[in-house]
């Protein structure tokens, strides 16, 4: 009779030590009070070997969860229905007071069969049994219950013996189970086969292989442009980067062409933000300074605007802050201002004015002259009020190199002076000097050069100056814009915050 029940799905609890197995019932022995189960279950995971014995001893609970019908087999290679998982909730045998079995319950409804085996509570109703069955239940249900009196604690395998254990065997540890159930959140997590999980090592290089980058950008550019999207770019992009000065949102387009003369420029600068500065002849830079001073911005102020950015200019290619601060009183710079008998010269003096109120020591050469013009006279007198050195010869000027050499010899007009002994002997002191030069106005290109320069610094629009002036700058000595249209010029200032401003050539 223990044969009729091979092939039923039963539960058995072995305490909380061991914890809940199931599996199909593959042999009952009732000489040695064991039963054995065919691809079990151990807390809802299936087992690693595929067999497992229990002594009467072992077991605290045994429930049927599924009898096997005539028509079904009862080998236990059954391997879908285990694989697939086992029901939570059956009949349960025991016994009862007129020795007969109790009524057997199973679940409402079957489920498909699962990847990940459960063990949930479900909701159960009474069914009627055959007499054929309630025969075999019976000797069930004695047959259980011989096997629950004896006592101690033996599981083997097939080929376990009653006294020893595996060696590579381990105990079961405490699974925290609860009443025979195990969550179900556990089972989601750690219920899945361990026989699906693959031995061999993922192939990243072959799977990486298989994506087409291209063709995915290509994809997602045509499905933006299609519907109107912003796109995001394609691999071959680089996304626009801007500076802390600069102004990402636009309102209107730029116009970097503002200053526009009424002649043909013969050379054309350009400012760090691209603003076009065209040049313009020596005659209408003559005609605008003309304008400017008899609107009332006279010779006195455009010499004092003339000083104030050339010393500002110089003490940036003196070090700036950097150099001129009090704990550098040790290097203290030393300028050689040279000048001649003009206005520019007289600018050249109001520069170094300045330079010597800002701690720069200053040697000012300008030669001896019966009669000076009233813009040098004026300049002299309050450039004797600082801590700045005049000279009138070759031989008072410092033999070591100096800081910078500012040139204010040259004029627009008097080219005699270059013919003067003082003019040429101030000429080889520089060039043996060997100190970077900062020419303030220097003449147009046709008319050579004595010193080359370093530096020039034009005043209001420049000249077309020629290789030798160097790096050209431009100064703001306040000349208004509708002085500027009053000699046909189309102004817009280019200075923006500064007054200085560095001009390229196009």
């Not at 009898?67 to 391997?79: A, V, W």
């Not at 010899?409 to 080889?428: G, I, T």
Request: with cysteine; charged share 25%; hydrophobic share 30%.
């Amino acid at each position: 009779m223990a044969t009729d029940w091979l092939g039923s799905i039963v539960s058995i609890n072995c305490g909380e030590s061991l914890g809940v197995y199931q599996g199909r019932v593959s042999a009952v022995d009732q000489v040695s009070q064991t039963i054995s189960l065919t691809r079990p279950f151990h807390n809802g995971v299936k087992c690693l070997v595929p067999e497992v014995t229990f002594r009467a001893g072992d077991i605290t609970e045994l429930k049927i969860l599924e009898i096997p019908g005539p028509g079904d087999s009862r080998q236990c290679g059954d391997s879908q229905q285990m694989e697939t998982g086992i029901p939570g909730v059956g009949c349960q045998v025991g016994p009862s007071q007129n020795g007969t079995g109790k009524v057997l319950k199973k679940p409402m409804s079957s489920s498909a069969p699962q990847n990940i085996p459960r063990r949930t509570d479900m909701k159960s109703q009474d069914i009627v049994i055959s007499p054929q069955q309630q025969c075999s239940k019976s000797y069930m249900d004695r047959h259980m219950e011989t096997l629950t009196q004896s006592k101690g604690f033996r599981r083997r395998h097939n080929s376990w013996s009653s006294s020893s254990r595996h060696p590579n065997q381990v105990t079961p540890k405490k699974s925290g189970l609860k009443n025979g159930q195990i969550k179900s959140k556990d089972d989601e997590c750690f219920g899945d086969d361990i026989d699906e999980i693959p031995d061999t090592d993922f192939d990243f290089e072959g799977n990486l292989a298989l994506f087409d980058k291209a063709a995915v950008f290509e994809e997602i550019e045509t499905y933006e442009r299609r519907s109107g999207t912003r796109s995001r770019g394609t691999p071959n992009e680089k996304p626009a980067r801007y500076r802390h000065d600069e102004n990402i949102l636009e309102s209107e387009p730029i116009v970097y062409r503002r200053i526009v003369v009424p002649h043909n420029p013969h050379k054309e600068f350009c400012t760090d933000s691209g603003l076009v500065v065209p040049s313009v002849s020596y005659e209408l830079h003559k005609k605008l300074l003309s304008v400017a001073e008899k609107h009332g911005l006279s010779l006195e102020r455009r010499l004092e605007m003339t000083g104030v950015c050339a010393s500002q200019m110089a003490l940036s290619l003196l070090g700036g802050p950097n150099r001129l601060n009090p704990k550098n009183v040790h290097q203290r710079p030393t300028v050689a201002l040279l000048c001649g008998p003009h206005v520019k010269g007289a600018q050249g003096i109001s520069c170094g004015r300045h330079l010597s109120n800002h701690d720069v020591h200053v040697i000012l050469f300008l030669p001896n002259f019966v009669k000076m013009l009233e813009s040098i006279t004026n300049e002299l007198n309050l450039f004797s009020k600082t801590q700045g050195q005049q000279v009138s010869s070759v031989k008072d000027l410092p033999d070591t190199p100096v800081d910078l050499v500012i040139n204010c010899l040259d004029c627009h007009e008097n080219a005699f002076l270059r013919d003067q002994p003082w003019y040429k002997a101030v000429v080889d002191w520089a060039n043996q000097n060997r100190a970077p030069v900062l020419s303030i106005d220097p003449p147009i290109s046709e008319m050579e050069l004595g010193i080359d320069a370093k530096w020039s610094l034009a005043l209001g629009l420049p000249l077309p100056l020629g290789e030798r002036a160097g790096r050209v700058y431009l100064c703001d000595i306040g000349i208004p814009q509708k002085v500027f249209q009053e000699v046909g010029i189309n102004y817009h200032s280019p200075f923006g915050c500064k007054f200085v401003i560095p001009l390229h050539s196009t």
